[in-house]
């Protein structure tokens, strides 16, 4: 499988903010019939479901998702700045707004 991965993450990086304000949120892989789900759960836990024929799922600790995908997604971002600094605006923009998403225990 293929996907414009800058344009996934983007998707993903909002929908952390939302998570991170206690909204659930869901996106498509640009050019997959895959979906992502993620749904606010009990105890500062998400639901989160990928379906691609099948779904599959799994609730994780919503701050730990955050805190990872966030790293992850900020180091790959800084990577394809390198490999395509035309794009270096928006990659810049998505990792500035990552780095203001706020999380805490206490949710």
Not at 42 to 66: A, G, H, Q, W
Request: aromatic share 8%; with cysteine.
């Amino acid at each position: 499988m293929w996907d414009d991965i800058d344009c996934l993450l983007a998707f993903i990086a909002q929908g952390l903010d939302d998570l991170s304000k206690g909204k659930d949120f869901s996106t498509n892989f640009p050019d997959q019939p895959i979906k992502l789900k993620f749904t606010q759960k009990y105890d500062n836990r998400v639901l989160v479901s990928v379906k691609c024929i099948e779904t599959k799922k799994v609730i994780v600790d919503k701050v730990d998702l955050i805190e990872t995908l966030r790293g992850h997604i900020k180091n790959f971002l800084a990577d394809l700045i390198d490999r395509v600094p035309r794009n270096q605006d928006c990659y810049l923009s998505i990792i500035n707004d990552l780095d203001n998403i706020v999380t805490s225990r206490s949710d």
